[in-house]
C-alpha cells in the first residue's frame, strides 16, 4: 500500500490533498499533530469522509511531530478522536507503556502500529527491537536514520530475519530513499508518501511512488536496476529509465542509491540481485576495478558509466561516449566537424576527447590547470593548452565543447569561455544539461552558432543504457525530459 501522509493545518486541506492525491494512494495516514488545535476536535469525523482506510497519529515533538500535550492529554485526545470511529489503524510510539489507547484501540476494532523512531541513526537492537514491537502491536514500524549503504543493508536483513512479522521499516533521509520506494523488497505492508512536500526527511511523493516507481507493483520477478553516486538525488535518469520500462511492459524499476563505497554497494546490489545500475559522480572510475568483463571504451576512457549483470560477474560499458557523439555523429561524417576545442580536463572531458580522436577529430583540450590539460593530452595523443589563450582559436575550430562543470546550476552565471567570440560557424556543445541554456550555449546563440544540448547527450546515454538493461530498444517518441 502507498500511504499518504496527510500533513494540512485543516480537515478541509487535507480532504484537497487527499482528493489530488487519491489514484496514487491505498491508505492515509492523518497526523493530528500537525492540524490547527481548533481543527483536532473535527478529526474524529474524518473516516467518515474519505473512502479509503486512515491511520491515525499524534506525534511527538520528540519523534519529530508537533505534538506537545503532557502525555495523559495526548492519550486521551488519541482516545476521544478514535472513538469517532472508522479508523481503521492508530499509530502508538514504542515507550509508551499505559494500555489505555491500545485497550481503546482493540475495543474499536482498530489495528495498533507500534512505532520507533531514530532520527540519529539505527539502533544496534534494531533485530530484537522489532521482534518486541511486533509482540506488542499489530505491525511494529521502525522509522530510523541510515548513514550508508552498511546501514541499509541491515535495514534490508531485518525483512530475512523477521519475514512474517507485519511491519513497516523506513529508511529516513538521503539514504533511506531507496528503502521507501523498494518497501516490498523489505517486507514492509506500506510506504509514506508526501503530497510533494516532504513531512519527514527523504519522503518520496506519493505520485512518484505510484506512478513513476510504481512501488507497489513491485513483485519477487521485477527486476531491480539503479544509479550508484553521492549526490544521487539531483539524478535525471530514474525519469528516463522507469517510464521506459513502463512503455514496453518491463517489469523493472530504477531506484537512486546513494553510497559511500561503490564495494559495499556492489554487496547490496548482490543481496538485491540488481540486474543493472548506472554509475555516476564519484564511482565512476573507482568501479572499474571490480568488474570482471570491461569494453574497449571503459578500457581506454578509464571510466564506466553502465554496469549490467552477465553471467557469474559484472561487466561494464560506457554509454557516454556514445551518448555525446549521437548528437553531433551528422555534422562529423559531413566532414562539418574536423576539429574541436574540448574545455575541461575532469571525468566528463575524458570520454568526450576519446570519442573525438575515434573519429578522428583533432582535437586541442583547454583547461585552468594546464598540467591537467597537458596529461590528458598526452594520454590521447591531442594538443593542449592554457584556458587563458583561448582566444588564439577564435575562427579556427568547427566544434567548442564545454566540459566543465562550470554553468551548472547553481553556478549558471558563469561561463569558462567568457572572452571566447565565436564566429557563428561553430558547433557549441554544453554538456551542463542543467539549465538547458547555459551561459555558455547563450553566447554561441547570439553569434549565430549551432547548439548542442547537454540533455539530448543525458538522453542519448540514457537510451543507450535502457538497451544495455532490457536488451530492447528505449521506446520511440518517448521523450520524458523535454
Ligand atoms: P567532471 O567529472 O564533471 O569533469 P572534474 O573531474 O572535477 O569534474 O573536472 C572539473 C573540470 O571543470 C576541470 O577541468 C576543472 O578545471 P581544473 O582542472 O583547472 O580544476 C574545471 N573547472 C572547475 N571549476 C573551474 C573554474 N572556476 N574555472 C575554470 N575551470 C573550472
Known amino acids: 500500500m502507498i500511504c499518504l501522509t496527510l500533513s494540512g493545518p485543516t480537515i478541509e486541506d487535507n480532504l484537497l490533498d487527499l482528493e489530488a492525491n487519491k489514484d496514487f494512494v491505498d491508505i492515509c495516514e492523518l497526523r493530528l499533530d500537525l492540524l490547527n488545535p481548533e481543527e483536532q476536535a473535527k478529526a474524529s469525523t474524518f473516516p467518515s469522509l474519505v473512502n479509503i482506510p486512515v491511520i491515525l497519529t499524534l506525534r511527538r515533538v520528540s519523534d519529530g511531530g508537533k505534538c506537545n500535550l503532557q502525555e495523559k492529554a495526548r492519550r486521551s485526545l488519541l482516545m476521544e478522536t478514535l472513538k469517532g470511529g472508522g479508523f481503521s489503524y492508530v499509530d502508538i510510539e514504542d515507550d509508551v507503556k499505559k494500555s489505555d489507547v491500545e485497550e481503546c484501540a482493540h475495543s474499536l476494532g482498530v489495528k495498533v502500529i507500534r512505532s520507533f523512531h531514530d532520527f540519529e541513526g539505527i539502533p544496534a537492537d534494531i533485530f530484537s527491537k522489532v521482534h518486541s514491537l511486533s509482540s506488542r502491536g499489530d505491525v511494529a514500524k521502525i522509522a530510523v536514520t541510515p548513514h550508508s549503504i552498511a546501514d541499509i543493508m541491515t535495514l534490508f536483513r531485518v525483512n530475512e530475519e523477521l519475514k512474517d512479522t507485519p511491519k513497516i521499516i523506513i529508511g529516513m533521509g538521503q539514504w533511506g530513499v531507496c528503502t521507501r520506494i523498494l518497501y516490498k523488497k523489505m517486507g514492509s505492508i506500506l510506504t509514506f508518501g508526501s503530497n510533494g512536500v516532504a513531512v519527514?526527511?527523504?519522503m518520496v511523493s506519493a505520485r512518484d511512488l505510484k506512478l513513476l516507481y510504481r512501488a507497489d507493483r513491485i513483485n519477487d520477478n521485477t527486476g531491480i536496476y539503479g544509479i550508484v553516486g553521492n549526490p544521487v538525488m539531483h539524478s535525471l535518469s530514474p525519469l528516463i529509465h522507469n517510464p521506459g520500462f513502463h512503455r514496453i511492459n518491463y517489469n523493472a524499476v530504477y531506484v537512486p542509491f546513494l553510497s559511500d563505497s561503490i564495494r559495499s554497494f556492489l554487496t547490496l546490489a548482490e543481496m538485491l540481485r540488481l540486474r543493472g545500475f548506472s554509475v555516476t559522480v564519484p564511482f565512476k572510475v573507482d568501479v572499474v576495478r571490480f568488474l570482471g568483463n570491461i569494453t574497449r571504451e571503459v578500457k581506454q576512457i578509464g571510466s564506466c558509466n553502465t554496469v549490467v549483470?552477465?553471467?557469474?560477474?559484472?561487466?561494464?560499458?560506457n554509454t557516454d561516449f556514445y551518448g555525446f557523439l549521437n548528437p553531433i555523429e551528422k555534422e562529423i561524417e559531413d566532414g562539418r566537424i574536423t576539429s574541436a576545442?574540448?574545455?575541461?580536463?575532469?571525468g566528463a572531458a575524458k570520454a568526450i576527447v576519446w570519442a573525438l580522436k575515434m573519429r578522428s577529430v583533432k582535437v586541442t583540450i583547454l583547461n585552468r590547470t594546464v598540467s591537467k590539460a597537458e596529461d590528458m593530452a598526452k594520454l590521447y595523443g591531442v594538443a593542449y593548452d592554457s584556458m587563458d589563450n583561448i582566444k588564439n582559436y577564435e575562427g579556427k575550430v568547427d566544434l567548442v565543447v564545454q566540459a566543465t562543470s562550470l554553468g551548472l546550476y547553481p553556478n549558471e552565471d558563469v561561463n569558462p569561455a567568457e572572452d571566447?567570440?565565436?564566429?557563428?560557424?561553430?558547433?557549441?556543445?554544453?554538456?551542463v544539461y542543467a539549465p538547458k541554456y547555459t551561459k555558455f550555449l547563450r553566447a554561441a546563440e547570439k553569434a549565430g552558432c549551432t547548439l548542442k544540448f547537454g540533455i539530448d547527450m543525458l538522453m542519448e546515454q540514457g537510451k543507450l543504457q535502457f538497451e544495455s538493461f532490457t536488451g530492447y530498444h528505449y521506446p520511440k517518441n518517448l521523450d520524458p525530459l523535454s
Open 200 to 202: 519527514a526527511p527523504g
Open 309 to 317: 549483470r552477465v553471467p557469474n560477474m559484472w561487466k561494464g560499458t
Open 341 to 346: 576545442l574540448v574545455l575541461g580536463a575532469g
Open 420 to 431: 571566447f567570440e565565436f564566429s557563428g560557424k561553430e558547433v557549441a556543445y554544453d554538456i
